[in-house]
């Protein structure tokens, strides 16, 4: 899996990592992801908008994304694998919660 990330509180740069395939917990799904935008919260996390100090980072851009969903946890009953998914983020907004 390749990912953009920051790893510094120095925000200007992100780099493209590697990381190990996640395994889905038991309320989670694993989505492989076809297509993924940048939106302007992107833009703001990138900035340092909401905060700068290494214990902010890393930090993943470019959670807009489209894919298909490849693993189910063993409590998701409303997916399976080889639903097609999508998922806007609103991380950047103040007070959101993640459903």
Known sequence: MRTPRIFAAIFSTAL???LPRPE???????VRVIAAGVNPGDAMLRSGMFGKSEKDV?????AD??????????KITKFKAGDPVFHASI???PNATRH
């Open 58 to 62: 890393p930090k993943i851009l470019g």
């Open 65 to 74: 994304i489209a894919g298909v969903v490849e693993k189910v946890g063993s």
């Open 24 to 30: 889905p917990k038991d309320d989670q799904i694993l």
């Open 91 to 93: 991380h950047w907004l």
């Open 16 to 18: 493209v990592t590697a």
